[in-house]
């Protein structure tokens, strides 16, 4: 299912459902119809490739924004376990201060600097998700830099840059995409949150969120605007959760057990 | 002894931490376009008031003075003047402070309420399919439904049927209790539905992992009946994941309060915050972010010193 | 005298996800009241799985395909749970690889034990029982955390003879720890043996040790109990061409704790009953009949061996395939 999200916001743009900003596609605000399966919203665009172009803004902005967090927040968490002692004491400060900002609230922060739009999202699904990241990698690495092989690393002479890429960094892949996913998940729903307030990618750019507040304002006399959206954004952050859960199973089986 | 300790340097980190906050969002408003005499004076800009600010704040002295009589200022609960309503914004915040803590204190305790028993019978119970499968289900669906989409869903619904509850309308919990909670109850379960699943998924998982430990094995071996082998072992292991996903719920609840008291129209300081964003307030959503973290700050506080009071492990450590 | 643990011909399979496997194939053997059983076998050989049988302690993808298992007279794959946990009780008590994680690391050892005492035990149970397995006082206030990993098994093993059990099944409870404290423990598990009266079955794969430490010892391969005899018979001079190899990687300088490599081959894995002697692949002897043919566990000079050759078919050759090793 994520696939086929992924896949119908790529080639969106190049599927014949029309326009996502030809205003005036049909009637303003038209019901569903076999022209116009989603039907049009208050300007008269046509809302299917609305909903698809904001599926691919949706993952496009949450995507980069996670991986910058997934970049940042695995040297940094490397970094930690491997040095340890006052670097590690610094960065696990630096995670407190990211972490006590509130995803939304950051956001009114961001917006009354920078003003809303794609940038301000980028940075504050980064640094709300960096936090959790950090400490995610970082524990799994201590397990990993106190292991035998690394010490027999050491002694063979290998340099610290060369132990933290060539010894934990392909360790800890496997749980930091497991991360990566949740992280891109909560992402998700912090993009959503963001443009739903208007805070981030701007009009005319359709976003899952911005549909959806959109949706509500009409929600009384259009509900078919609000309802797909919703349900989209829903469908496309539980796929990315479950293949979150089914990587972390394969890696990382938990087998439930009685008490008798 | 070493109780003490920890709990005493876990307070020092926690101011520390909350002094970078302050000094971050002190620099984000000396950024503000529009400078920080206008934001402190309001619509007042007159030479005379600038000299005076510059005079009282001391804005010719160095940044780093600056920032410590801002400091001192904001310690007295002075956060500066509301341009809009010229009403301090402490005032401000202060009168709106119930709706949000009531709504998001109902969010947090329905969500231990359903969804730790939920997780620890769904830990439990895990060599049923049935069980497995609707546990990561649930817990799944509710972790991936942004409050939002919930809350429209909610309205459109609850605007159709009321079946006796209200979609706004607050009244204040003290003036009329029942229509309040009629008011109350909507956008508290839209905010609880993340916490639930998160807390679900969470303990079902740490459950799960504590019943391989071997200690579990021990009493298992000695024939101590489940019951009390949840109660004495499973329970006190399994709680500590839990507390540091509780917090991060708690970050994600509060940035979900703007969304939800906007949607429910909930007079609370989420509401005031966004308002005053839209208004181009911004000493007032620079003093939401700071009290808004200094409640992170303080939650992650008390979840460490719970930590170190459940795992005696952690009490010797300075970090983790 | 009745037995206090009693195997006749057990079967267990483990459900993986790549289809069964058996690990247990045909176990049998006796222990009497006070008395210890070592058994002894290679990683694989199922002697875990028989240890956790005996408190019907099998994972939950253990399903119990034949044969009985009595302890102290009842058939613990009958009972019903109350039954088992109240064997468990009354009768049982375990010491596991390892110490550490066998203790709540959220609570202090005196608690854990008086826990294990049933909740109420008289006053002055839990000083006894640390002074028994050579605890100071001061570690009831201590925390797992705090403890070495010698005073973290002795705390284990005082709660495993919290309730006086009649018998102690232990583990390779020393395979957790230095080299120089592993002695010890066992001589402690003996000596509480000697001083409560229970009998203990001692799982490990250093037949040596077990020989210096128990009275009678069980080999075991493939699933099933290969050799059954009293110590020093078997280690003398052992009957089955197994015991014989693992002897022989112990006499020829091994140090204790050292993987039993040398023996060629590996030991199988089964997925249903062998057919015929699953060591035949490995052994020097093996012929025809070993490959169709299960040998039985028969006595054999005052001993059980499941071999078919083990009553003199080829006794002399056994030390030509040790000094061949």
């Given at each position: 299912?994520?696939?086929?999200?992924?896949?119908?916001?790529?080639?969106?743009?190049?599927?014949?459902?029309?326009?996502?900003?030809?205003?005036?596609?049909?009637?303003?605000?038209?019901?569903?119809?076999?022209?116009?399966?989603?039907?049009?919203?208050?300007?008269?665009?046509?809302?299917?490739?609305?909903?698809?172009?904001?599926?691919?803004?949706?993952?496009?902005?949450s995507?980069a924004a996670v991986l910058l967090t997934g970049v940042i927040g695995i040297s940094i968490g490397i970094l930690a376990a491997y040095l340890r002692g006052v670097t590690d004491g610094l960065i696990a400060r630096f995670a407190d201060v990211l972490f006590a900002f509130p995803p939304i609230i950051l956001g009114l922060l961001v917006v009354s600097l920078a003003?809303?739009?794609?940038l301000a999202v980028i940075t504050v699904i980064t640094v709300a998700t960096l936090p959790l990241f950090i400490r995610a990698v970082r524990s799994v690495a201590l397990g990993i830099a106190s292991?035998?092989?690394?010490?027999?690393?050491?002694?063979?002479?290998?340099?610290p840059v060369?132990i933290m890429a060539?010894?934990l960094l392909?360790?800890i892949a496997?749980a930091a995409i497991v991360q990566l996913?949740y992280a891109l998940?909560i992402g998700?729903?912090i993009?959503?949150?963001?443009?739903?307030?208007?805070?981030?990618?701007?009009?005319?750019?359709?976003?899952?969120?911005?549909?959806?507040?959109?949706?509500?304002?009409?929600?009384?006399?259009?509900?078919?605007?609000?309802?797909?959206?919703?349900?989209?954004?829903?469908?496309?952050?539980?796929?990315?959760?479950?293949?979150?859960?089914?990587?972390?199973?394969?890696?990382?089986?938990?087998?439930?057990?009685?008490?008798? | 002894?070493?109780?003490?300790?920890h709990i005493a340097a876990r307070m020092g980190m926690a101011l520390l931490t909350m002094l970078s906050v302050s000094l971050i969002v002190f620099v984000a408003m000396r950024m503000?376009?529009?400078?920080?005499?206008?934001?402190?004076?309001?619509?007042?800009?007159?030479?005379?008031?600038?000299?005076?600010?510059?005079?009282?704040?001391?804005?010719?002295?160095?940044l780093p003075?600056?920032f410590l009589?801002w400091l001192?200022?904001v310690?007295?609960?002075?956060?500066?003047?509301?341009?809009?309503?010229?009403?301090?914004?402490?005032?401000?915040?202060?009168?709106?402070?119930?709706?949000?803590?009531?709504?998001?204190?109902?969010?947090?305790?329905?969500?231990?309420?359903?969804?730790?028993?939920?997780?620890?019978?769904?830990?439990?119970?895990?060599?049923?399919?049935?069980?497995?499968?609707?546990?990561?289900?649930?817990?799944?669906?509710?972790?991936?439904?942004?409050?939002?989409?919930?809350?429209?869903?909610?309205?459109?619904?609850?605007?159709?049927?009321?079946?006796?509850?209200?979609?706004?309308?607050?009244?204040?919990?003290?003036?009329?209790?029942?229509?309040?909670?009629?008011?109350?109850?909507?956008?508290?379960?839209?905010?609880?539905?993340?916490?639930?699943?998160?807390?679900?998924?969470?303990?079902?998982?740490?459950?799960?992992?504590?019943?391989?430990?071997?200690?579990?094995?021990?009493?298992?071996?000695?024939?101590?009946?489940?019951?009390?082998?949840?109660?004495?072992?499973?329970?006190?292991?399994?709680?500590l994941p839990?507390m540091t996903v509780a917090t991060i719920y708690l970050s994600l609840l509060l940035g979900?309060?703007?969304?939800?008291?906007?949607?429910?129209?909930?007079?609370?300081?989420?509401?005031?915050?966004?308002?005053?964003?839209?208004?181009?307030?911004?000493?007032?959503?620079q003093?939401a972010v700071l009290l808004f973290s200094g409640v992170i700050v303080t939650c992650n506080m008390l979840v460490d010193i719970a930590y170190a009071?459940?795992?005696?492990?952690i009490?010797?450590r300075r970090q983790q | 005298?009745?037995?206090?643990?009693?195997?006749?011909?057990?079967?267990?399979?483990?459900?993986?996800?790549?289809?069964?496997?058996?690990?247990?194939?045909?176990?049998?053997?006796?222990?009497?009241?006070?008395?210890?059983?070592?058994?002894?076998?290679?990683?694989?050989?199922?002697?875990?799985?028989?240890?956790?049988?005996?408190?019907?302690?099998?994972?939950?993808?253990?399903?119990?395909?034949?044969?009985?298992?009595?302890?102290?007279?009842?058939?613990?794959?009958?009972?019903?749970?109350?039954?088992?946990?109240?064997?468990?009780?009354?009768?049982?008590?375990?010491?596991?690889?390892?110490?550490?994680?066998?203790?709540?690391?959220?609570?202090?050892?005196?608690?854990?034990?008086?826990?294990?005492?049933?909740?109420?035990?008289?006053?002055?149970?839990?000083?006894?029982?640390?002074?028994?397995?050579?605890?100071?006082?001061?570690?009831?206030?201590?925390?797992?955390?705090?403890?070495?990993?010698?005073?973290?098994?002795?705390?284990?093993?005082?709660?495993?003879?919290?309730?006086?059990?009649?018998?102690?099944?232990?583990?390779?409870?020393?395979?957790?720890?230095?080299?120089?404290?592993?002695?010890?423990?066992?001589?402690?598990?003996?000596?509480?043996?000697?001083?409560?009266?229970?009998?203990?079955?001692?799982?490990?794969?250093?037949?040596?040790?077990?020989?210096?430490?128990?009275?009678?010892?069980?080999?075991?391969?493939?699933?099933?109990?290969?050799?059954?005899?009293?110590?020093?018979?078997?280690?003398?001079?052992?009957?089955?061409?197994?015991?014989?190899?693992?002897?022989?990687?112990?006499?020829?300088?091994?140090?204790?704790?050292?993987?039993?490599?040398?023996?060629?081959?590996?030991?199988?894995?089964?997925?249903?009953?062998?057919?015929?002697?699953?060591?035949?692949?490995?052994?020097?002897?093996?012929?025809?009949?070993?490959?169709?043919?299960?040998?039985?566990?028969?006595?054999?000079?005052?001993?059980?061996?499941?071999?078919?050759?083990?009553?003199?078919?080829?006794?002399?050759?056994?030390?030509?395939?040790?000094?061949?090793?």
């Amino acid at each position: 299912m994520l696939v086929l999200l992924v896949l119908a916001g790529a080639f969106g743009p190049f599927l014949p459902i029309g326009d996502p900003l030809a205003i005036g596609a049909g009637p303003r605000l038209s019901p569903p119809s076999l022209a116009l399966p989603l039907g049009t919203d208050e300007l008269g665009r046509s809302h299917l490739p609305r909903l698809v172009g904001g599926i691919l803004e949706t993952f496009l902005l949450s995507g980069a924004a996670v991986l910058l967090t997934g970049v940042i927040g695995i040297s940094i968490g490397i970094l930690a376990a491997y040095l340890r002692g006052v670097t590690d004491g610094l960065i696990a400060r630096f995670a407190d201060v990211l972490f006590a900002f509130p995803p939304i609230i950051l956001g009114l922060l961001v917006v009354s600097l920078a003003g809303p739009g794609t940038l301000a999202v980028i940075t504050v699904i980064t640094v709300a998700t960096l936090p959790l990241f950090i400490r995610a990698v970082r524990s799994v690495a201590l397990g990993i830099a106190s292991r035998e092989f690394v010490t027999v690393a050491e002694v063979a002479g290998a340099s610290p840059v060369r132990i933290m890429a060539v010894h934990l960094l392909p360790n800890i892949a496997g749980a930091a995409i497991v991360q990566l996913t949740y992280a891109l998940s909560i992402g998700m729903l912090i993009e959503s949150g963001l443009s739903f307030l208007g805070l981030g990618s701007q009009p005319p750019n359709p976003s899952l969120g911005s549909l959806l507040q959109l949706g509500a304002t009409y929600m009384s006399i259009a509900p078919w605007l609000v309802f797909p959206a919703g349900i989209v954004l829903a469908l496309a952050i539980l796929s990315v959760n479950l293949v979150g859960d089914g990587l972390r199973d394969a890696l990382d089986p938990i087998e439930g057990r009685r008490l008798t | 002894m070493r109780l003490l300790l920890h709990i005493a340097a876990r307070m020092g980190m926690a101011l520390l931490t909350m002094l970078s906050v302050s000094l971050i969002v002190f620099v984000a408003m000396r950024m503000l376009p529009g400078g920080f005499e206008m934001i402190i004076l309001g619509p007042i800009q007159t030479e005379e008031a600038r000299a005076v600010i510059t005079e009282q704040f001391g804005l010719d002295r160095s940044l780093p003075e600056q920032f410590l009589s801002w400091l001192v200022a904001v310690l007295h609960g002075d956060f500066g003047i509301s341009m809009i309503t010229r009403i301090p914004i402490a005032d401000e915040i202060l009168r709106r402070l119930g709706a949000t803590v009531q709504l998001t204190a109902m969010a947090v305790i329905t969500a231990l309420c359903v969804g730790l028993p939920l997780g620890v019978a769904a830990g439990l119970a895990d060599s049923s399919t049935s069980v497995r499968t609707c546990g990561r289900l649930v817990g799944a669906l509710g972790a991936s439904t942004p409050d939002f989409v919930l809350g429209v869903a909610l309205v459109y619904i609850f605007s159709v049927w009321s079946l006796g509850l209200t979609v706004g309308g607050y009244v204040p919990f003290f003036e009329d209790p029942l229509a309040n909670l009629r008011a109350m109850i909507l956008p508290a379960s839209t905010l609880s539905v993340f916490g639930i699943a998160l807390i679900l998924r969470t303990t079902r998982e740490s459950v799960l992992t504590v019943m391989t430990e071997g200690y579990i094995t021990g009493a298992v071996a000695r024939g101590d009946d489940p019951a009390s082998i949840v109660r004495r072992h499973v329970l006190r292991n399994a709680s500590l994941p839990v507390m540091t996903v509780a917090t991060i719920y708690l970050s994600l609840l509060l940035g979900g309060a703007v969304i939800v008291e906007i949607l429910f129209t909930v007079p609370g300081v989420g509401l005031y915050t966004w308002n005053a964003l839209l208004n181009r307030d911004y000493g007032v959503t620079q003093s939401a972010v700071l009290l808004f973290s200094g409640v992170i700050v303080t939650c992650n506080m008390l979840v460490d010193i719970a930590y170190a009071l459940v795992d005696p492990r952690i009490r010797g450590r300075r970090q983790q | 005298m009745n037995a206090i643990v009693r195997a006749r011909d057990l079967a267990v399979d483990y459900t993986m996800p790549g289809g069964v496997v058996r690990a247990l194939d045909g176990a049998s053997f006796e222990l009497l009241p006070g008395r210890s059983l070592g058994l002894v076998g290679e990683s694989g050989s199922g002697k875990s799985t028989l240890g956790l049988a005996i408190g019907r302690l099998l994972p939950a993808n253990v399903r119990h395909a034949a044969g009985d298992l009595e302890v102290d007279g009842r058939s613990v794959f009958a009972l019903d749970d109350e039954g088992i946990r109240a064997l468990r009780r009354t009768s049982l008590g375990f010491v596991f690889q390892s110490p550490m994680a066998a203790l709540d690391p959220t609570m202090r050892i005196g608690r854990q034990i008086t826990l294990a005492c049933g909740g109420q035990p008289d006053v002055g149970r839990v000083p006894e029982l640390l002074q028994q397995v050579g605890l100071p006082k001061g570690a009831a206030r201590a925390w797992p955390h705090e403890l070495s990993g010698g005073m973290a098994q002795r705390a284990v093993i005082a709660m495993a003879i919290a309730r006086r059990p009649r018998l102690l099944v232990a583990d390779e409870p020393t395979a957790a720890l230095d080299t120089s404290l592993r002695a010890q423990i066992l001589d402690l598990l003996v000596a509480l043996k000697n001083e409560t009266g229970s009998a203990l079955v001692l799982l490990s794969h250093e037949l040596p040790v077990v020989a210096r430490v128990c009275e009678i010892i069980g080999v075991m391969y493939g699933g099933r109990v290969v050799e059954l005899g009293d110590s020093a018979g078997v280690f003398s001079r052992p009957l089955h061409p197994y015991s014989r190899a693992l002897l022989a990687t112990a006499h020829d300088g091994a140090r204790p704790g050292e993987r039993l490599a040398p023996i060629p081959g590996m030991p199988p894995v089964l997925s249903g009953p062998a057919s015929g002697c699953s060591f035949a692949p490995r052994c020097a002897f093996a012929d025809e009949r070993c490959r169709s043919e299960r040998p039985p566990l028969r006595p054999i000079g005052g001993r059980l061996a499941a071999c078919h050759h083990a009553d003199g078919t080829a006794p002399e050759r056994g030390s030509g395939m040790s000094s061949g090793m």
